[in-house]
């Protein structure tokens, strides 16, 4: 079983930066396919990012060239970074981790708050 608890959230302004971070337990990130996913209020969870066992990113098209997800494998934390955010960006944040990469993913951290205005 793996948990996963997120941090880092908050406040921002439009076109801020902001990072979040995710920390795992049983040293996760090696044997996991792992991805940041957010839900606004009356909207469908989405992916934002996922990153695969072998160092593959990918993007949703709408954080593309402004998020970045990476991993610190040695201290099984599992980064967000976010930069110029938009007032739409603003959503629950969530870290997420399964073993064979498929939707959906087994573990889920309790989500952490975004809010750009």
């Known amino acids: 079983h793996v948990q996963l608890v997120e941090s880092g959230g908050g406040s921002v302004q439009a076109g801020g930066p902001l990072r979040l971070s995710c920390a795992a337990s049983?040293?996760?990130?090696?044997?996991?396919?792992l991805g940041w996913f957010r839900q606004a209020p009356g909207k469908e969870r989405e992916a934002v990012a996922r990153?695969?066992?072998?160092?593959?990113?990918k993007y949703a098209d709408s954080v593309k060239d402004r998020f970045t997800i990476s991993q610190d494998k040695a201290k099984d934390i599992l980064y967000l970074q976010m930069n110029n955010l938009h007032p739409d960006d603003t959503a629950m944040y969530y870290c997420?981790?399964?073993?064979?990469?498929?939707?959906?993913?087994?573990?889920w951290g309790q989500g952490t708050q975004v809010t750009v205005s």
């Open positions: 997420a981790a399964d073993r064979y990469c498929q939707d959906p993913y087994d573990y």
């Open positions: 049983a040293h996760a990130y090696s044997s996991y396919c």
């Open positions: 990153i695969w066992r072998g160092g593959t990113t």
